[in-house]
């Protein structure tokens, strides 16, 4: 398996679950037990890297890992093919590969076909054009400048979520923008991220348009931060309309709490008994959100 090229692999993955203890706020793994639950057959050995949710299992999604020749993987999507929409975007944000070596894609076309998609499975052309919504990045195009070839990669429709424009540049920018501001030596060590759209759930999809493309009713994201072995994570729930607040706290919940809401299992990977215990809270003054 060529680890330097994106692939889609059909969601089929089991789950073998270890613990480990943790304290009341700030979580400590001891390495001596770190034993991660793979969330991973051998085929897509990267889901079990702390930043993927737990994956579909009814057959309806793949797993793209994009990778690039210098910086390995760069950000995985899951792909429902019956919907033509992702339930997610996840990634790492750390030293190395948050470094501003280029600048944002500007070629043509703007917003590529995924290679690594079959076409059976994706639009045959671009859905969002002239439907009022923006191409909303789900991992961003300025959390990728390390290298042009990893902010390419962003601009791959199967990175985007279609947005209003006064939610993509006002509230969903301020939490990026918040989320670039953790992503300093001083504060972590890596952070992993998932993000994505409401799909699916009726209840929480706000539109289909007429060539099929799925809005969200929200957004979300799930963050876990790791500084010298101490483990904290938040998530922010938010409903896709008109919103410039940069209040986040309002927004902010447990992981729990998210998985309650979106169905989706975060950070299944963490030893059982510290996924447990970073998930139950959240502090938001830890985070800086007062």
């Not at 043509?108 to 994706?122: F, N």
């Not at 939610?167 to 501001?181: A, D, K, Q, T």
């Not at 919103?243 to 927004?251: E, G, S, T």
Request: glycine share 6%; hydrophobic share 35%; proline share 4%.
């Amino acid at each position: 398996m060529n680890r330097w090229k994106g692939r889609a692999v059909l969601a089929a993955f089991a789950l073998t679950l270890v613990a480990c203890g943790g304290d009341d706020n700030d979580y400590r793994l001891d390495s001596e037990t770190v034993n991660l639950n793979l969330n991973a057959t051998t085929e897509v050995a990267e889901a079990g890297r702390l930043e993927f949710p737990r994956l579909r299992q009814d057959g309806s999604s793949m797993v793209v890992v994009h990778t690039t020749h210098k910086y390995g993987v760069n950000y995985s999507i899951e792909w429902d093919f019956t919907k033509k929409s992702q339930r997610w975007s996840c990634y790492q944000m750390y030293a190395e590969n948050s470094v501003s070596n280029t600048s944002r894609y500007t070629g043509t076309p703007q917003y590529p076909s995924d290679p690594d998609i079959p076409s059976t499975y994706q639009f045959a052309s671009d859905p969002y054009w002239n439907t009022g919504f923006d191409h909303g990045h789900i991992c961003p195009s300025a959390d990728r400048l390390c290298s042009s070839e990893a902010n390419y990669q962003t601009f791959f429709l199967t990175n985007m979520q279609p947005q209003v424009n006064g939610f993509n540049s006002g509230v969903w920018s301020n939490m990026e923008l918040r989320l670039r501001n953790w992503n300093r030596n001083s504060f972590r060590d890596t952070l992993y991220v998932c993000k994505g759209g409401t799909i699916d759930n009726a209840s929480q999809i706000l539109r289909t348009l007429k060539n099929g493309l799925i809005v969200p009713k929200y957004f979300f994201m799930a963050v876990l931060c790791i500084k010298d072995q101490e483990y904290k994570a938040i998530g922010f729930w938010v409903e896709h309309e008109d919103n410039d607040d940069d209040d986040l706290r309002k927004y902010a919940v447990s992981i729990d709490e998210l998985e309650e809401l979106t169905g989706i299992d975060f950070f299944c990977n963490l030893p059982d008994a510290t996924e447990k215990a970073v998930e139950s809270n959240v502090y938001p003054q830890s985070w800086g959100l007062k």
